[in-house]
């Protein structure tokens, strides 16, 4: 099959999803054509039937855009790709705007007498926030509407779209995230060279730093472990309240074992060595990262929010807390890392839990998806 997917390239779980079912679907013999503004981050190199086409997002001076029409641009990149490349679909991740504009792009192609079908993806905030704006509210549930075929990454997400928006002609069908396990595996080698000194307990947290992530409270919940003993804790990623992360950091005196380490396009080898990953979000419709760090052995701790209960089983292969609950979260953190015997008890059962969500699992179900779409 010749597959279009359009996602956002950069930093975030909705890219990095898209981009290795891309790479999942080119191994199992498709071809995928990625289309969007830069080359997603998780595209590292030649891959066999792999293709990016590149949107422009600007044009020479022309006063009268004062801001340049990147989704018409995307219609229309969508459409010549479509044409060009003879897709079958396209799978656009993210709502907003990429749902509008597919579904421009199909009538596009419609008025030439050509056919192609759209699936869109729900992600997460594409729902539970932007959507529903009042500027977006109504283009959203229109674009879900028109889509062919509808996804959403939990029960919780496929719930809070019917819930939202009512969508009262679409289907919406979960599909879960998933994880790939030739990338994502426990190595007990792992332990952090250069970055814990011996002896620290290895703690991390990946994001895009947004309000929506509570990177503060990561902090505060490392201060009440690194208080019970010595501990390192990873920041990988940027984002917005980077700032008010490191200033935190410093009030609570744990500045010097906090590792701010910015964005990194890989995270494997870093969870492999971690002990303990924190995910306080305000809400996470799946928690991509929460998986792929269970993949590797690390123990999530989290709050009981949006999608994650489908993934993690409180006090059997993670830890969930209400948000905001960083005294909790701390003290049991510390409680299971005093504990060896339950840690690697957890640790193990996070890692059979991981295996749940394998590519080999998960993209079959996109297939069996496709293939409905296009009959
Ligand atoms: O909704 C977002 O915040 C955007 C999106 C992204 O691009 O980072 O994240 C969402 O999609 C991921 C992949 O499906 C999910 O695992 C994340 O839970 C979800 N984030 C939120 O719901 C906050």
Redesign the pocket.
Known sequence: MKIGITC?PT???????ATELGLELARRGHEVHFITYASPFRLRGYAERVYFHEVETTMGRYPLFEHYPYTLALASKQHEVALRENLDLLHVH?AIPHATTAWLAKAMLQGEGRQIKVIT?L????I??VGQESSFYAITKFSIEQSDLVTA?STY?RDETYRAFGCVSCDVKVIP?FVNLAEYHPDPEKRWEGLAPAGHRRIMHVS?F?E??RVKDVIRVFARIRRAMPATLAMVGDGPERPDAEAEAKELGVAEDVKFLGRLDSVATLLQGCELFLLP?T???????A?EAMACGAVVVATRV??IPEVIDDGANGILEPVGSVEAMGRRSVDLLRGPDNLAAMRAAAIERARQFSADKIVPMYEALYAEAIR
């Open positions: 956002y930093y975030g779980g909705s890219g990095a999803l993210y993806t992600h997460g905030t594409d539970t926030l990454v997400l995230n895009n947004r929506v992530k979000s809400t996470e419709s799946f928690g991509l990262a998986l949006g999608g």
